[in-house]
């Protein structure tokens, strides 16, 4: 019953306290070399900051010493809901997009072939269409990230649509289901593991485009941030840059396979 | 009906490209500067052919692509190879790829404008970066599902840790090398282009950039188009590849 969920691996293994910490100790030791390399002056400051001033600038710029200016604090906000609002509208459209394509054969066999032109298409590479069309604006650059994000939700959909047990299409024909029953109760049931493969894509795109949107769109947020702190030569600043959106991207992802693994539960009986 | 059927793949852009040419048309003759005709599009893509700036373009997009690719690969299936081997590696460097691996390659672009400058070697790096955790991930994975038997083999013939990797482990891990490959190929080919389009003064991101800035719609469409063409062709070059390497290897994808 899980005709299109992807193999996984199950035999992990268990993982001690003690491989935690020797897996802490790795990241600690790298940690210690960045700090080695740029206080020692292997590699210029310009381009390496120590530890300490990049952790200085995250702490002023979030303002957790209650005495900064809280300006990243802002920018990772204004870039965390563009991102979010992008993928949630991508989301959206790309699940009720590739419902309607792959519930139909037919439709499917006229529509996807286009689909899988678009999909190795770059989802920047619709930044400069978009400026010319809508002027730079936050629209705009929200528009781009919903875009893009959208296609591994819309193909992930379709997939999960053309993958239904053909027995199971035959049930909901003799029970006579609606279309719309067939959709709800078969259809997305069916696609839910690809289509939350795609979410999770998706999400990654999304934290991307957004920040590429916000560099050549200056919009404000950690993209132009990180941009302008580099323009400046403050190393530091760029790196507290980086690091909020390592930040992002991890928590996010983090996010999505816990409730990924919430929503397959059933699949797994 | 077998002929007909080969036409449906074509129908929809067809139509697409129709009703935006019909569209662009009007707004061109209301005189709108945003938008231009796909006509347009394909004759100022032509132009750009002819003066040969598209396949300079392409070949530096393209060509720095690879390298990255290959510098981002290269290293990915050499540690992918020594994490799948060894347990404890893989779970002492554990949390280590899981802070440094989500960080978006994009956010990398200012540091290698700063390092390098503009060129070449910034949007290498960055390619690089981008291309070596799905390798190492993949290719992992891969080393993880080698038939252990044949690692026993390679024990029991006092085989040393390089002759290993060399000789069983790579061979065993072909077809699956080839998958991590393809997804390689088209995230080096999107972040090619994104970089160029946010930084990098070259290549086909950027001559769809200047387009967009001269307000010359059509050059920008005929970009973008052929940004799409290009990599639509190597991503189909690709799968087709890696299943011949597939088939080859006698494995089932």
Redesign the interface.
């Known amino acids: 019953m899980n005709g299109g969920s992807t193999e996984r691996?199950r035999e992990r293994?268990r993982?001690g306290f003690g491989?935690?910490l020797?897996?802490?100790?790795?990241?600690a030791a790298?940690i210690a070399l960045w700090w080695a390399a740029s206080s020692a002056g292997w590699v210029s400051r310009?381009?390496l900051p120590t530890p300490q001033a990049t952790l200085a600038s995250l702490a002023e710029g979030l303002n957790l010493g209650g005495n900064g200016n809280g300006e990243l604090l802002a920018f990772t906000l204004a870039t965390v809901s563009r991102m979010v609002e992008g993928w949630l509208l991508a989301s959206l459209f790309g699940v009720l997009l590739g419902a309607a394509i792959g519930v139909s054969p037919a439709v499917r066999?006229?529509?996807?072939?286009?689909l899988?032109?678009?999909r190795?298409?770059?989802?920047?590479?619709?930044?400069?269409?978009a400026?010319?069309?809508f002027g730079l604006n936050p629209a705009m650059v929200l528009f781009v990230v919903a875009f893009g994000a959208m296609w591994p939700v819309l193909l992930a959909t379709v997939h999960g649509f053309a993958a239904v047990e053909p027995r199971l299409a035959e049930v909901a024909r003799c029970l006579q289901m609606p279309r719309a029953a067939f959709v709800w109760k078969i259809g997305l049931p069916n696609a839910m593991p690809d289509i939350l493969a795609g979410m999770r894509l998706s999400m990654?795109i999304s934290?991307?485009v957004a920040?590429?949107g916000e560099?050549?769109a200056s919009q404000s947020g950690?993209?132009q941030a990180?941009?302008l702190?580099?323009?400046a030569?403050r190393?530091s600043e760029?790196?507290a840059?980086?690091v909020l959106?390592?930040l992002i991207?991890?928590t996010s992802?983090a996010l999505l396979a816990l409730a990924e693994n919430k929503l397959l539960r059933w699949q797994r009986a | 009906m077998t002929d007909r059927r080969a036409l449906y793949p074509w129908v929809c852009p067809a139509v697409l490209l129709g009703l935006c040419e019909a569209y662009a048309r009007r707004a061109a003759a209301l005189g709108s500067e945003a938008i231009a005709p796909p006509s347009a599009a394909l004759k100022a893509l032509a132009g750009a052919a002819a003066d040969g700036s598209l396949w300079q373009a392409t070949g530096f997009t393209l060509g720095t692509a690879a390298l990255g690719l290959l510098v981002g690969a290269v290293l990915g299936v050499g540690l992918g190879i020594a994490l799948g081997l060894s347990r404890r590696a893989a779970r002492l460097s554990l949390l280590s790829i899981e802070v440094l691996r989500p960080v978006p390659s994009v956010a990398l672009i200012p540091l290698a404008m700063l390092m390098f400058g503009f060129g070449v070697r910034m949007e290498l790096c960055i390619v690089a970066f981008a291309t070596f955790w799905p390798m190492l991930v993949l290719v992992q994975s891969a080393v993880q599902q080698v038939e252990p038997r044949l690692l026993e083999v390679s024990r029991v013939l006092g085989l040393s840790a390089r002759e290993r990797a060399w000789k069983i482990v790579l061979p065993a891990i072909v077809p699956r090398l080839f998958v991590a490959l393809r997804l390689g190929v088209a995230v080096a080919l999107v972040v090619a282009v994104t970089v160029e389009i946010a930084a990098n003064p070259n290549g086909m991101g950027y001559a769809m950039m200047i387009a967009q800035q001269s307000f010359e719609p059509a050059l920008m469409l005929g970009w973008l188009g052929w940004i799409g063409v290009v990599g639509f062709v190597i991503n189909a070059a690709m799968l087709r590849l890696q299943r011949a390497v597939a088939r080859h290897m006698g494995h089932k994808q």
């Open positions: 691996s293994p993982e491989d935690w020797g897996s802490a100790a790795v990241l790298l310009v381009f066999a006229w529509v996807q072939p286009t899988e032109f678009i190795p298409l770059p989802a920047s590479a619709l930044l400069p269409l400026i010319s069309i990654t934290l991307i920040v590429v560099m050549i950690l993209g990180i941009l702190a580099a323009r030569f190393a760029l790196f840059g980086i959106l390592g991207g991890f992802n």
